[in-house]
């Protein structure tokens, strides 16, 4: 495997299959083009941090992940980062300056809504009442 970091990540509890944890990462300064990647100990892709444009050399980045309990056995959450920068097809571990740290959040309960037949016809009516009261609006003057 590739040159990464291990994180580990106590959470206070467990976390339920339903339930999703939050990850938040605090980076330095990033290359421009370069990305920092997270994944499960058994490879699965969390997510990335990446910044978009020039970055003030002074500030700190924050960005938000989430992981489904579903994939966390216990409250003990290990992870690991690894950096790959712009240009470059060899990841390496990313610097104490560009990973500064990984928290864990507490755990949610995602609640799915089902879409029916019914409730997308809804959906679809109250956008064009919109559409056409804003059209009205727009006509009106």
Known sequence: MADQRRIVINLPRAP???EIVG???V???LPLGAE???RTTSGRPIGSATSFGRADPKNQLVFQLSLPGRYLNGSRLEIFADMLDAGSSLPRAP???ELVSVTGVDCATVKFHRMTA???RAARSWQAVRSERNRELLFAG
């Open 118 to 120: 019914r409730s997308t």
């Open 16 to 18: 339920q299959p339903d």
């Open 36 to 38: 920092i990647r997270f």
């Open 27 to 29: 980076t330095g300064p």
């Open 95 to 97: 610097t104490e300056q």
């Open 23 to 25: 990850l938040n990462i």
